[in-house]
Nanobody
Framework: QAQSVESGGGLVQAGGSLRLSCASS????????MGWFRQAPGKEREFVAA????????EYRDSVKGRFTISRDNAKNTVYLQMNSLKPEDTAVYYC????????????????WGQGTQVTVSS
């Protein structure tokens, strides 16, 4: 059974940086991409970024472009989300998940969700 485990969240001031990690165990051969999502209290889970395994092609939501970078380490089966210039509106629980459907920006296409890691940005 594939599983994702997120880490690296925490409390940071606005303008600061964090790097999230997603360790993926038991990744199936059908997994084509990994994605990061976030969910703030009272809001729906929203897409943040995704990366294709075969060619490192990436996709981001507009509000994080230029500030966040998704990357991967094949040898460690780990995906990272480098978050710079953080804003209070980035505060949320961040989740990673896997998909067989390529670069998708909706949670319905993803599986093997982790437990999430809390990111809190103070103003």
């Amino acid at each position: 059974q594939a599983q994702s485990v997120e880490s690296g969240g925490g409390l940071v001031q606005a303008g600061g940086s964090l790097r999230l990690s997603c360790a993926s165990s038991g990744r199936t051969s059908s997994t084509s991409a990994m994605g990061w999502f976030r969910q703030a209290p009272g809001k729906e889970r929203e897409f943040v970024a995704a990366i294709l395994w075969r060619n490192n092609k990436t996709e981001y939501r507009d509000s994080v472009k230029g500030r966040f970078t998704i990357s991967r380490d094949n040898a460690k089966n780990t995906v990272y989300l480098q978050m710079n210039s953080l804003k209070p509106e980035d505060t949320a629980v961040y989740y990673c998940a896997a998909t067989e459907y390529g670069l998708r920006d909706h949670a319905v296409y993803y599986a093997y969700w982790g437990q999430g890691t809390q990111v809190t940005v103070s103003s």
